[in-house]
């Protein structure tokens, strides 16, 4: 994937955000990721790679893990506590 147009959360990662306190780091996370800066927050595909999971790290516990759309949106369905 060669760039990333937009990256889009259902309500309910927003309120697992919300309710750990990360929102902001999420949202800090977010904006490096679509300024094109890859490597900072880890952006990666996930194993099997035949899944099509992408992550990327939102501080040091948690990844946000997604899928992209036919549009190039990344659309994220899951926080995971990677610790």
């Known amino acids: 994937m060669s760039e990333i147009l937009g990256i889009f959360e259902s309500k309910d990662v927003i309120e697992y955000l919300e309710s750990r306190g990360i929102l ?29 999971i992408w992550s990327f ?7 946000a893990h997604g899928k992209f759309d ?11 506590n990677h610790q």
């Open 57 to 63: 790290r939102v501080n040091k516990q948690f990844r």
């Open 24 to 52: 902001a780091q999420y949202q800090k996370a977010k904006n490096i990721l679509l300024s094109g800066d890859k490597n900072r927050v880890l952006f990666k595909k996930r194993q099997p790679h035949s899944d099509d």
């Open 70 to 80: 036919l549009n190039g949106d990344l659309i994220i369905f899951r926080i995971n």
